[in-house]
């Protein structure tokens, strides 16, 4: 069974035992199995991410009351970010 996605290409299989002694390898059908590529698609859709105005706009807080997490969810409500990039980046600061 494949349990991880670095396990995409591995072949299900059973071992069937003989009376002999014999094992031998049944490949299990796999052709109509599906797969979550979500981690992959949010890379493709969005290889590059321009953050360079988010890091000016840290550079100006300076010393200020306002922390990271919140500066991290000020970029994002008033910036163009990509949905999936959105729910990883305030995934991560909450």
């Not at 052709?31 to 890379?43: A, C, E, R, T």
């Amino acid at each position: 069974m494949r349990r991880h996605s670095n396990e995409i290409d591995y072949s299900p299989r059973v071992g069937i035992l003989y009376s002999d002694g014999n094992i031998v390898s049944h490949y299990l059908d796999t052709i109509h199995d599906k797969y979550l590529d979500v981690v992959s698609d949010i890379i493709d859709e969005k290889n590059e991410l321009d953050i360079s105005e988010f890091v000016k706009g840290l550079e100006k807080l300076g010393d200020s009351a306002l922390d990271f997490t919140q500066a991290i969810k000020e970029f994002v409500a008033k910036n163009e970010v990509d949905n999936n990039v959105k729910q990883i980046l305030l995934s991560l600061v909450e």
